[in-house]
């Protein structure tokens, strides 16, 4: 059983930043991947970031070149560094990993993943 907690999150002004992190208990694996998903206030969860074993990365088309997600496979903790911050990035974000083989390609659906943080709130203000 893989526990993760996030970490990062407050308050900032339109066109701040903000360094989400998410520690795991272990780590996951090589071939699994992790990822940053978040839910707005009556909006569906979306998949914003996402890491394969690999080292390859997925962005949502509305994060690209704003966001970058990395991780320090050493320490188990995963990052999610959001620059540009606009008030539509509100909203509780969630850090995910598969516990197994992830299809790199489906990285990004909320559907692959069985372990969830319990979120970290981020509130953008314009």
């Known amino acids: 059983q893989v526990q993760l907690v996030e970490s990062g999150g407050g308050s900032v002004q339109a066109g701040g930043s903000l360094r989400l992190s998410c520690a795991a208990s272990?780590?996951?694996?090589?071939?699994?991947?992790m990822g940053w998903f978040r839910r707005a206030p009556g909006k569906e969860r979306e998949g914003v970031a996402a890491i394969d074993g690999e080292g390859g990365t997925s962005y949502a088309g509305s994060v690209k070149g704003r966001f970058t997600i990395s991780q320090d496979s050493a320490k188990g903790t995963l990052y999610l560094q959001m620059n540009s911050l606009k008030p539509e990035d509100t909203a509780m974000y969630y850090c995910?990993?598969?516990?197994?083989?992830?299809?790199?390609?489906?990285?990004?659906?909320?559907?692959?993943?069985?372990?969830w943080g319990q979120g970290t709130q981020v509130t953008v203000s314009s």
């Open positions: 272990e780590y996951t694996g090589r071939r699994y991947c």
């Open positions: 995910a990993a598969t516990g197994y083989t992830c299809n790199s390609a489906l990285k990004l659906y909320p559907f692959v993943y069985n372990y």
